[in-house]
């Protein structure tokens, strides 16, 4: 019996026409109907730097205090209590079954975006040993990466999710390149990939050392805001 990933519940086999009309084989859902509306899509009324869900389009207050070269970031979904439900059972919990949830989402939202290369931020060695996977690659399908960031093995920190804001935005570089990531970031454009944009000092942190592999604009996408 095929059931959903998240909730548990017996998948349908109802077949459109539309789905008859095409050629190849028939793509199963791995989420039911309830479960794939229990995120909360960001509209386009939302920063248009950041991504942040708001009632107008224009910069929000956090992207104005920030200051350096701007980092645009494409947004997904808003971090509300079903996103936070779901990274906490498919990050936190390691349920990697669920990364079937948002691989559909984030592969059509790829293909939106304008890039040369993907780059996800990486996870340390002991949030790697201890999960077992990178949430962030467990999303992607076939789409090409490349691993161009490593976290410092002398950065040793309390999590991001621990954190307040203030704590987050004093939070030092905890990236450094891999060794010949130039070789495929120099004068290319490039796309990190995250999963959920709070502060943005993360992404910042790691767009300076992709600027420093000789990239000439980098750009962001995460699954939430």
Known sequence: MNACVWCGRRLG????????????????????????????????????????????ETICRDCQRWTGPPLVNHALYVYDAAMK???QQYKFQGDFALRRVLQEPLRLALARETYDVLVPIPVDQATWQQRGFNQVTGWLQTQ??????????????????????????????????APHAADVLMGQR??????????????????????LGGAKAVTSLTLAR
């Not at 793509?27 to 995120?39: E, G, P, W």
């Open 85 to 87: 439900a779901y990274m």
């Open 13 to 56: 086999g109802v077949v459109t026409v539309s789905q008859l009309w095409r050629w190849g084989p028939l793509i199963k859902s791995a989420v039911c109907a309830a479960c794939q509306t229990r995120l909360t899509p960001i509209s386009i009324l939302h920063c248009p730097q950041c991504g942040r869900q708001q009632t107008d």
């Open 190 to 211: 490039v796309l990190l990939l995250d999963d959920v944009y709070t502060t943005g000092r993360t992404l910042r942190h790691a767009a300076a050392q992709i600027y």
């Open 144 to 177: 090409p990466f490349q691993q161009a960031l490593l976290v410092r093995a002398s950065h040793k920190d309390q999590p991001q999710s621990a954190k307040d804001r203030a704590a987050r935005l004093q939070t030092a570089q905890p990236f450094i390149l």
